[in-house]
Nanobody, 119 residues
Framework: QVQVVESGGGLVQPGGSLRLSCEASGTISSIYVMGWYRQGQGKQRELVADFTGTGITNYADSVKGRFTISRGNAKNTIYLQMNSLKPEDTAVYYC?????????????WGQGTQVTVSS
């Protein structure tokens, strides 16, 4: 049984930084990729950043240049380094694990971790 668990959210002032972590436990096939999504209050869940099957990274325009997605030494661990945080980054951040053969937004989800950017 594969599980996805996020950690690292919290309260930060505008301009600050946070680092989120995600680990997928269990046996992960190489045909799976991982990424980060977020959902603000009253908004739809949106892609923040992810990896493609060839290891290329993708970012939402709103976070380019501020957020960095990376992998741990184990393929089943990813991170999201968030710098220059803005109030509009406030959301629940979800880690996603999906097959490369299926569309973004499908697959397994973690329980989410709250990120609040406020002074």
């Amino acid at each position: 049984q594969v599980q996805v668990v996020e950690s690292g959210g919290g309260l930060v002032q505008p301009g600050g930084s946070l680092r989120l972590s995600c680990e997928a436990s269990g046996t992960i096939s190489s045909i799976y990729v991982m990424g980060w999504y977020r959902q603000g209050q009253g908004k739809q869940r949106e892609l923040v950043a992810d990896f493609t099957g060839t290891g290329i990274t993708n970012y939402a325009d709103s976070v380019k240049g501020r957020f960095t997605i990376s992998r741990g030494n184990a393929k089943n661990t990813i991170y999201l380094q968030m710098n220059s945080l803005k109030p509009e980054d406030t959301a629940v951040y979800y880690c996603n694990l999906r097959s490369v053969y299926f569309a973004r937004g499908t697959g397994m989800w973690g329980q989410g971790t709250q990120v609040t950017v406020s002074s």
